[in-house]
């Protein structure tokens, strides 16, 4: 059973559309992130919830909207997409906030045309 | 300005024959680091930590050492299977920090 699930795997989409990735984790974590590997492999943190609270939110574009539902749910929602914004999108949560053991879901390739 | 550095992007190593893996870090803040492990098509699993108050964690076939006065870790792994061929990724927290940083990335690939 999937600790850490995103869906889609795979996202392909033209410039201007907006879209969704899901995260669900099973694990019963409070602390939930998005992280994006950009093209010089960095993992870097976009957004981190607590108990369905922000407590991160980077230098990030406003077009992207982290949304939780409940502590088991993060979804981004990205508007207007650019082609920068193609790279690899990994969800992760841990037990606590700020927890050093994050567990990650195998991440979401997204290719702006 | 990435404060968290690898700067070997790839390894290659014979089976059974010691891989070490290193990570440069800049801000002194950082008080507790850690490597993940990442196979293809998948997220980073985690593998050892290390606390700054500490200069060495083993686990297994697993050492991580810290020197903190050069900002350098590594990360051991011995003897190397070919189980091991991933990227492993080193990352660091600031004390009191919420978030990790993570570096680039250093893909190790075991020879038989």
């Known amino acids: 059973d999937t600790a850490v699930s995103q869906t889609p795997k795979y996202l392909v989409t033209q410039m201007g559309n907006d879209k969704s990735i899901k995260c669900e984790q099973n694990?019963?974590?409070?602390?939930m992130y998005w992280y994006k590997q950009d093209s010089k492999k960095f993992l870097k943190i976009m957004f981190s919830?607590?108990?369905?609270?922000?407590?991160i939110n980077e230098t990030v574009p406003n077009r992207f909207s982290p949304k939780s539902p409940d502590k088991a749910h993060l979804n981004l929602h990205i508007n207007s997409l650019e082609l920068g914004d193609s790279a690899v999108y990994f969800c992760?949560?841990?037990?606590?906030?700020?927890?050093?053991?994050?567990?990650f879901g195998p991440g979401t390739r997204l290719t702006v045309l | 300005d990435q404060q968290v550095k690898q700067n070997s992007p790839s390894l290659s190593v014979q089976e059974g024959r010691i891989s070490i893996l290193n990570c440069d870090y800049t801000?002194?803040?950082?008080?507790?680091f850690l490597w993940y492990k990442k196979y293809p098509a998948e997220g980073p699993t985690f593998l050892i930590s290390?606390?700054?108050?500490?200069d060495k964690n083993e686990d297994g076939r697993f050492t991580v050492f810290l020197n903190k006065s050069a900002k350098h870790l590594s990360l051991h792994i011995v003897p190397s299977q070919p189980g091991d061929s991933a990227v492993y990724f080193c990352?660091?927290?600031?004390?009191?920090?919420?978030?990790?940083?993570f570096g680039q990335g250093t893909r190790l690939t075991i020879n038989p």
């Open positions: 992760a949560s841990s037990l606590l906030s700020g927890g050093n053991e994050q567990f």
């Open positions: 694990l019963g974590h409070d602390t």
């Open positions: 919830y607590n108990n369905k609270e922000l407590i």
């Open positions: 801000n002194s803040m950082f008080d507790y």
């Open positions: 290390i606390s700054s108050i500490k």
């Open positions: 990352a660091a927290r600031e004390q009191g920090a919420q978030k990790l940083v």
